[in-house]
C-alpha cells in the first residue's frame, strides 16, 4: 500500500491495495453523511454511523491508510499525552474524568472490533510505563501520579520496566494496548462495505457547497450529503484550528534484536523533551523493536536524515541491534491546550464536522472521535461534544477576514517557463538533493532524483504561501507553518492545502 512519503514503514510491509466493492457508486444519492478522509478515523466513523442505519460514503483522496495511520507507532492509550494533573489545571477534575472514560472507551472499542470481526491485527493488552532518569524527572513523575490519583484512575509505581535504559523511578498504568493498525481498518472497512456503506479511493473532495443539503466537489463527480466530516488529520481550507495545531514530525524504526529476550513487553515512555518511546510489535511471527522520538515542528529541521540517525543511535546505546527492518517518519497536530478537537467545524454550517488536533495519540483520539460524531450525529448529543468542542477556541478580532482572504492561495509565476540547463548550472544538484533557489526574481523549489531529471515548482505552499522546506527522509517539500505536505513534483499529500504546488516547466535549450 502507498503512504505520504518515501520511507516504508511496518505497517505498509505485504499490505495489497484494498479492493473496494465496484458496485458502490454514489449516481444522485444524498447521503446522510459524507466522509473526508480514509484513515483509522474515517473508517472507525463511517462503521459506527452506517451501523446505526445511517448512509455513508467514505470519500478517500488516495487510498486507505494512505496518511498517519500507516505511519503511526500504534500504542493505544487509555490516558492523554498531556497528563492529567495538568489537564486538570486547564479542563477541572470534572472534565478530566471525562478524558480518562473517553480513552477507556476508545480502547474497548478496538478490542470490541477485533473480537467481534475476528481481525487478525496482532491486539494485544499491556501496561505502559512512564520512567524518570534524573531528580528533575522525578518530581515531575509525582505530579502526574497526583493527577492520576485525583481523578480516580489506577497507576502504581513499579520497581521494573519493561526496556533496557536506567532509570531512578518509574509508573505503571494497566490496562493498555497495541496492535497492528492497518490490518485493523482493511478489516473495518470491509465491515463498512458489507453493511451497504460507499468507500471511493482516489476521490479528494475539492470544495463543498455550503447549502442544508451539501454538495461536495470530487474528482469523481458531485456528491450530495446531508452531513460532512472533515476526518482528514487536519481540516483543508484555512480555519481557526489550522492556528490552534502546531503539525509535528515523529521519527520511527522497527528493528530485529539479537536476544529474544530483549524484545519489550510492554509501552515504555521517557520524560526527556522530545521523550523516546519504545514497544514490540510481532508480524507473521517476527518480533520487531519499534522505538520513536525525535520530533521537532514540520519543516524546521533541514536534515531529517540525521533525526533517524540519532534515534537509532540511542537505541544502540541499550539494545543489540541485528537490522533496522523499516524505519519512517509521520506528522501529528498538536492541539494547544491538550485536547482534540471533536465536533462542528468554526466558522462552517453545522452540518460540518472535524476530527483534529489528535496529538501522538491518535489511534485512541481516533475511536474518541468516532463514538462523539456518531453520538453527535445519530442522537444529536454527545456526553463528549462539550469537551472536545473544537469552538472552545475563540478567533481574535479580524481572523475572520484574514480566512476569507487567505484561503486556498494559488501564487502564480509570470511566465512560467525555465531554462532547465541554465537551472541545472546554477544549482548543481546532486542526484536526491533539493532545495529553495531565487532564480529571475523567482522563488522554485527544485529537487533533481536519482535518474537526474530536475522537477521544478513554485515554493509557495497554497495553503496561505509560506514557504515550503524539505524533507530529505520522506522527499516531500513541507510546509512550516500548518504542516502542508507536496510530493516532489507538487502533488497534495497532507491538507491544509487543497490545491497542488505549481509546477515550472523547464525548457530544453536545443543546439542548432
Known amino acids: 500500500m502507498k503512504r505520504d512519503g518515501a520511507c516504508t514503514s511496518l505497517w505498509q510491509d505485504g499490505m495489497t491495495d484494498y479492493k473496494a466493492q465496484q458496485n458502490n457508486t454514489a449516481g444522485n444519492k444524498i447521503f446522510d453523511v459524507v466522509i473526508v478522509g480514509g484513515g483509522i478515523t474515517g473508517i472507525t466513523t463511517g462503521l459506527l454511523l452506517q451501523k446505526a442505519g445511517k448512509a455513508v460514503m467514505i470519500a478517500e483522496a488516495q487510498n486507505i491508510g494512505f496518511g498517519t495511520t500507516g505511519g503511526t507507532t500504534a500504542h493505544l492509550n487509555?490516558?492523554?499525552?498531556?497528563?492529567?494533573?495538568?489537564?486538570?489545571?486547564?479542563?477541572?477534575?470534572?472534565?478530566?474524568?471525562?478524558?480518562?472514560?473517553?480513552?477507556?472507551?476508545?480502547?474497548?472499542?478496538?478490542k470490541k472490533h477485533v473480537e467481534e470481526y475476528a481481525i487478525d491485527c496482532g491486539h494485544q493488552e499491556v501496561s505502559a510505563y512512564i520512567y524518570a532518569q534524573d531528580e528533575k524527572q522525578i518530581k515531575e513523575l509525582d505530579d502526574i501520579v497526583?493527577?492520576?490519583?485525583?481523578?480516580?484512575?489506577?497507576?502504581?509505581?513499579?520497581?521494573?520496566?519493561?526496556?533496557?535504559?536506567?532509570?531512578?523511578?518509574?509508573?505503571?498504568?494497566?490496562?493498555?494496548?497495541q496492535f497492528h493498525p492497518t490490518r485493523?481498518?482493511?478489516?473495518?472497512?470491509?465491515?463498512?462495505?458489507?453493511?451497504?456503506?460507499?468507500?471511493?479511493?482516489?476521490?479528494?473532495?475539492?470544495?463543498?457547497g455550503e447549502n442544508e443539503i451539501l454538495e461536495i466537489t470530487t474528482s469523481q463527480g458531485t456528491i450530495k450529503s446531508r452531513n460532512l466530516i472533515y476526518a482528514t488529520h487536519i481540516p483543508p481550507g484555512v480555519n481557526l484550528l489550522h492556528f490552534r495545531c502546531a503539525p509535528y514530525r515523529s521519527y520511527v524504526i522497527a528493528a530485529k534484536l539479537k536476544n529474544e529476550s530483549d524484545y519489550p513487553?510492554?509501552?515504555?515512555?521517557?520524560?526527556?523533551?522530545?521523550?523516546?518511546?519504545?514497544?514490540?510489535?510481532?508480524?507473521?511471527?517476527?518480533?520487531?523493536?519499534?522505538?520513536?522520538?525525535?520530533?521537532?515542528?514540520?519543516?524546521?529541521?533541514?536534515?531529517?536524515?540525521?533525526?533517524?540517525?540519532?534515534?537509532?543511535?540511542?537505541?544502540?546505546?541499550?539494545?543489540?541491534i541485528d537490522s533496522i527492518a523499516f524505519r519512517w517518519s509521520s506528522q501529528f497536530f498538536d492541539p494547544?491546550?491538550?485536547?482534540?478537537?471533536?465536533?462542528?467545524?468554526?466558522?462552517?454550517?453545522?452540518?460540518?464536522?472535524?476530527?483534529?488536533?489528535?496529538?501522538?495519540?491518535?489511534?485512541?483520539?481516533?475511536?474518541?472521535?468516532a463514538l462523539t460524531l456518531t453520538d453527535i450525529i445519530v442522537a444529536g448529543k454527545s456526553e463528549y461534544e462539550d469537551l472536545f468542542n473544537p469552538n472552545r477556541l475563540k478567533p481574535v478580532a479580524g481572523f475572520s477576514n484574514f480566512v476569507k482572504e487567505a484561503a486556498d492561495v494559488v501564487s502564480h509565476l509570470i511566465g512560467g517557463t525555465f531554462s532547465k540547463e541554465k537551472l541545472d548550472t546554477l544549482v548543481e544538484l546532486a542526484h536526491g538533493e533539493a532545495k529553495v533557489v531565487k532564480y529571475e526574481g523567482?522563488?522554485?523549489?527544485?529537487?533533481?532524483?536519482?535518474?537526474?531529471?530536475?522537477?521544478?515548482?513554485?515554493?509557495?505552499?497554497?495553503?496561505?504561501?509560506?514557504?515550503?522546506?524539505?524533507?530529505?527522509?520522506?522527499?516531500s517539500w513541507d510546509c512550516p507553518c500548518h504542516g502542508s505536505r507536496f510530493s516532489y513534483d507538487g502533488m497534495v499529500l497532507t491538507a491544509p492545502a487543497r490545491k497542488d504546488l505549481e509546477v515550472i516547466h523547464l525548457e530544453e535549450l536545443v543546439d542548432h
Not at 81 to 88: A, H, R, S, T, V
Not at 159 to 165: A, D, E, G, N, Q
Not at 339 to 366: D, E, K, R
Open 442 to 475: 523567482h522563488t522554485l523549489a527544485l529537487y533533481k532524483d536519482e535518474e537526474g531529471q530536475l522537477h521544478a515548482v513554485n515554493s509557495a505552499c497554497t495553503h496561505i504561501k509560506c514557504t515550503v522546506g524539505w524533507n530529505t527522509a520522506e522527499k
Open 78 to 110: 487509555s490516558f492523554m499525552e498531556m497528563p492529567f494533573n495538568q489537564l486538570i489545571k486547564n479542563f477541572g477534575e470534572e472534565n478530566t474524568r471525562l478524558v480518562a472514560k473517553a480513552g477507556r472507551q476508545a480502547l474497548e472499542l478496538i
Open 336 to 369: 494547544v491546550d491538550g485536547l482534540a478537537y471533536i465536533g462542528h467545524l468554526p466558522g462552517h454550517p453545522q452540518n460540518m464536522f472535524v476530527a483534529t488536533g489528535f496529538g501522538g495519540i491518535g489511534m485512541t483520539n481516533s475511536h474518541i472521535a
Open 184 to 208: 485493523y481498518i482493511y478489516a473495518l472497512a470491509k465491515e463498512f462495505e458489507k453493511l451497504g456503506g460507499v468507500l471511493a479511493e482516489n476521490c479528494r473532495v475539492t470544495s463543498v
Open 146 to 177: 497526583e493527577g492520576f490519583k485525583k481523578i480516580g484512575t489506577e497507576v502504581s509505581v513499579t520497581k521494573t520496566i519493561p526496556v533496557k535504559i536506567p532509570y531512578e523511578k518509574a509508573i505503571e498504568i494497566t490496562g493498555q494496548a
Open 265 to 320: 513487553d510492554g509501552l515504555a515512555y521517557d520524560m526527556d523533551e522530545p521523550y523516546h518511546y519504545f514497544r514490540t510489535q510481532e508480524v507473521d511471527g517476527q518480533k520487531y523493536l519499534i522505538a520513536g522520538g525525535e520530533d521537532h515542528k514540520t519543516a524546521h529541521e533541514e536534515n531529517t536524515e540525521i533525526c533517524f540517525t540519532r534515534l537509532e543511535a540511542y537505541v544502540r546505546k541499550f539494545y543489540d
